[in-house]
């Protein structure tokens, strides 16, 4: 498998402010991570795929300057919603992909915007 | 035609017995199925996955079947226990790792 960690792993935030979220892969150098939301009782929905070194490749319907994607390493990405409101409030998920099919998932970020 | 259609929504098993879940897909390209397990809170885990050249695959107490023809494979969980309560997701990737999620299972084993 692979570790993945995620920091933090809850952040109350108040509406209008950004808040950043890291993903790690601790035991190998991921050069692709994904992002993925989820809201409960929902499954996850990919927001953006995650390339060292190049500009993340966002789902349609994500807004690219409001989910601002950095993988400046080959074991971090970060996350940051910018300007939140109350409806960003979900789940949030990193994955790291291995071996080209096999995707290992963070602990997973609760954002509540307040 | 990337969706994958995952039923049932909810699914209440005692222990001990069995616990059934399907899926279906359309794309022919999907080469690769697995199988996740989320428990609240928590972010999914690996539990098991299929090539479609295999029909059927084992670990431990729980199984893959996998239906090529019919474009369908489900997971199953024997002797359920109470510790397997979760919400399971089934998914399909092709190459290059992106996975597309069924709607996800909500299991509760009964002690």
């Known amino acids: 498998g692979a570790v993945v960690s995620q920091h933090p792993s809850r952040v109350i935030c108040k509406s209008g402010t950004s808040v950043k979220i890291e993903c790690r892969s601790l035991?190998?150098?991921?050069?692709?991570m994904f992002w993925y939301r989820q809201f409960p009782k929902q499954s996850l929905m990919l927001m953006a795929t995650?390339?060292?070194?190049?500009?993340?490749?966002?789902e349609q319907g994500v807004e690219k300057d409001k989910f601002l994607i950095n993988h400046a390493s080959l074991t971090l990405s970060t996350l940051t919603v910018t300007s939140a409101h109350p409806e960003d409030s979900s789940f949030y998920i990193c994955?790291?992909?291995?071996?080209?099919?096999?995707?290992?998932f963070g602990p997973g970020t609760r954002l509540t915007v307040t | 035609q990337q969706q994958v259609k995952q039923s049932p929504q909810s699914l209440i098993v005692q222990k001990g017995g069995i616990s059934i879940i399907n899926c279906a897909y359309e794309?022919?390209?999907?080469?690769?199925f697995p199988w996740y397990q989320q428990f609240p809170g928590k972010g999914p885990a690996l539990l098991i996955a299929?090539?479609?050249?295999?029909s059927e695959k084992k670990e431990g107490r729980f199984t893959i079947s996998f239906n090529k023809s019919a474009k369908q494979f489900s997971l199953h969980i024997m002797d359920s226990q109470p510790g397997d309560s979760a919400t399971y997701f089934c998914?399909?990737?092709?190459?290059?790792?992106?996975?597309?999620f069924g709607e996800g299972t909500q299991l509760t084993v009964n002690p």
């Open positions: 998914a399909a990737v092709t190459s290059g790792s992106r996975l597309t």
């Open positions: 299929i090539r479609p050249d295999v």
């Open positions: 994955s790291v992909s291995r071996a080209g099919y096999e995707q290992y």
């Open positions: 995650s390339n060292e070194g190049s500009k993340a490749t966002y």
């Open positions: 794309n022919t390209a999907f080469d690769y």
């Open positions: 035991d190998f150098q991921a050069t692709t």
